[in-house]
């Protein structure tokens, strides 16, 4: 993992290794609240990566200016400095979208996986590698909204962004707020799945090696986040 | 004599002196309101529809439609009742015209007391309207600190303590400094500065005072930055122009309410660790299934009010 990685595994890692709404488990709320359509997700996630991106070229730019000792603050100020900038444009070019979306925007600032990418990558990487890493982040929630936007609007509504697409309402339940968490849960679950599967393929191979090395294999023996991390 | 007194009297007082006729009002039902008045009234008038006007205080271009007048036999209560349910939380304003031997037009408003409008809050923020499940605030540190019941109460009394404190900072900021000033726009970049600062004074104030409380609730502080229910709560204020009294309700209502989510939560999780769970759902996904049914549970309080 400490292994320095090219710009495209970092956008990459964000989508997919590190995603920030099903693998990481941070900066949930809106992936609950707001996604009962596919506009909603996407609005917000624009704002998200924005935000993203902006405080992390900024974090890297200043990091060597920044006292150790009152870091999180500063990051918060950075952070809550783009997160005005954002709502000031939203709420002037996309005043409908805008009042749907409602509070969320505002809260960007209050989002762990903001504050944690600056933590952990762009307060001691330099400046490139710290855009995409953001990037990577910021693209990795939007899509992550986008999914379950589409899954919510298409089973709530019938429709996708907007447009007919079944002709009728299956099931009204999804476009409840509450089941957002339903979704979000089901769709942790099949990703866990998924690396499951993968581990275990993984681990059949390791401990094909191992026998031969006469080497105990298994979960506990690695390292965390060996497996998982491409 | 008599007419040579009420020829006397100033506007001012035909007003006050029409008012003390009035000598109570209260809701009743949810479409109710009952007057009490200070003398038996054997007014026809008073049982006419068209002697009414009825709005609620913000805006009196709507008027409210009284469906029946009922006077009480002795003449001393009566109670009208609207076609629609009224907001018991909301202040309305009652005219009544042509009361001619009390002296003209009669006006007065009717509202909850002060306490029971507090109280209102209060509730609502807790359980109506509860941060966690109806409005989906939060959540990473509701599934983060909900694994075991000690360290929900910590958290949730740590976060109401802190919620309060950095509620009511932000109301005394925003009225007296940011509205006069101009300077409504910054609210973000005010509100967050203002927690991170109660979080630090909260931090400094427990570690010199009471190191044995700071240990068990030390760790939770750092996580109370990145929640956006303490940034959520201030925005609202600001939107809602509460008072002082009225936001600190609100902030203590959203703090406890939060701590009642993360109990619950807390005390299925305990269950759910001895539960036989499939492998992927272990964890995360299956907490969330379990808040989603929460969840559907408060919405059974949707719509309600006290």
Redesign the interface.
């Known amino acids: 993992m400490a292994a320095v990685k090219s710009n495209y595994q970092l956008v990459l890692n964000g989508i997919l290794a590190e995603n920030p709404i099903f693998r990481l488990?941070?900066?949930?709320?809106p992936a609950?609240?707001i996604t009962t359509t596919v506009i909603n997700g996407i609005m917000l996630g624009i704002a998200v990566f924005f935000v993203q991106v902006a405080s992390s070229v900024t974090i890297s730019l200043v990091k060597n200016l920044i006292h150790p000792r009152i870091r999180?603050?500063t990051y918060?100020?950075v952070i809550?400095?783009w997160?005005?900038v954002i709502?000031?444009v939203l709420a002037a070019f996309f005043p409908a979208a805008y009042a749907q979306v409602g509070?969320f925007v505002?809260?960007i600032?209050?989002?762990?996986i903001i504050?944690m990418r600056l933590e952990m990558f762009a307060s001691k990487q330099p400046l490139t590698p710290s855009f995409w890493d953001g990037f990577g982040m910021g693209a990795g929630f939007l899509v992550g909204m986008i999914v379950i936007g589409m899954i919510r609007e298409f089973l709530g509504m019938g429709t996708l962004l907007g447009f007919d697409i079944l002709g009728f309402q299956p099931l009204l339940f999804f476009v409840?707020?509450?089941?957002?968490?339903?979704v979000?849960?089901?769709l942790?679950?099949?990703f866990?799945?998924i690396e499951?599967v993968h581990k275990r393929k993984k681990l059949g191979l390791i401990a094909h090696v191992n026998q031969k090395k006469n080497m105990p294999a298994g979960c506990d023996h690695c390292a965390p986040g060996d497996a998982h991390i491409s | 004599m008599t007419i040579a007194l009420l020829a006397t009297l100033t506007s001012a007082e035909l007003f006050a002196a029409s008012n003390n006729l009035v000598s109570g009002t209260a809701f009743g039902d949810v479409d109710e309101i009952v007057v009490t008045f200070a003398r038996p009234v054997t007014n026809n008038q008073l049982l006419e529809r068209e002697s009414y006007q009825v709005f609620e205080e913000p805006d009196p271009d709507i008027r409210l439609e009284i469906e029946s007048i009922t006077l009480s036999d002795d003449g001393s209560r009566a109670t009208l009742r609207f076609s629609e349910t009224l907001n018991q939380s909301s202040a309305y304003v009652i005219n009544i015209k042509g009361l001619a031997d009390e002296g003209g037009a009669l006006s007065f408003t009717v509202k909850q007391s002060y306490l029971g409008h507090l109280f209102t809050i209060l509730i609502t923020a807790m359980l109506i309207k509860n941060f966690v499940f109806t409005k989906y605030l939060g959540l990473c540190v509701f599934m983060g600190t909900s694994k075991k019941k000690k360290t929900a109460k910590g958290m949730g009394l740590t976060f109401a303590l802190v919620m309060a404190i950095s509620a009511s900072m932000s109301w005394v900021i925003y009225n007296f400094l940011m509205i006069p000033f101009k300077l409504t726009f910054l609210q973000i970049v005010v509100f967050i500065g203002l927690v991170a600062l109660s979080v630090q004074a909260v931090d400094t104030i427990l570690r010199k005072l009471n190191p044995a409380l700071f240990a068990s609730f030390g760790i939770y502080l750092v996580l109370i930055t990145t929640n956006c229910v303490i940034i959520a709560v201030p925005l609202m204020l600001a939107n809602e122009g509460f008072g002082f009294w009225e936001s600190l309700m609100l902030a203590i209502g959203a703090g406890s309410g939060f701590m009642l989510a993360l109990y619950l939560m807390a005390s299925v999780r305990e269950r759910l660790d001895v539960a036989l769970v499939p492998e992927s759902f272990k964890g995360l996904p299956v907490a969330f299934l379990v808040a989603g049914q929460f969840a559907l549970a408060f919405l059974g309080f949707s719509g309600m009010s006290i």
Do not use: E, Y
């Open positions: 488990a941070l900066s949930m709320c609950v609240a999180i603050p918060t100020l809550a400095t997160v005005t709502d000031m509070i505002k809260l600032v209050a989002f762990a504050t409840l707020p509450c089941a957002g968490f339903f979000v849960g089901l942790m679950g099949f866990n799945h499951n």
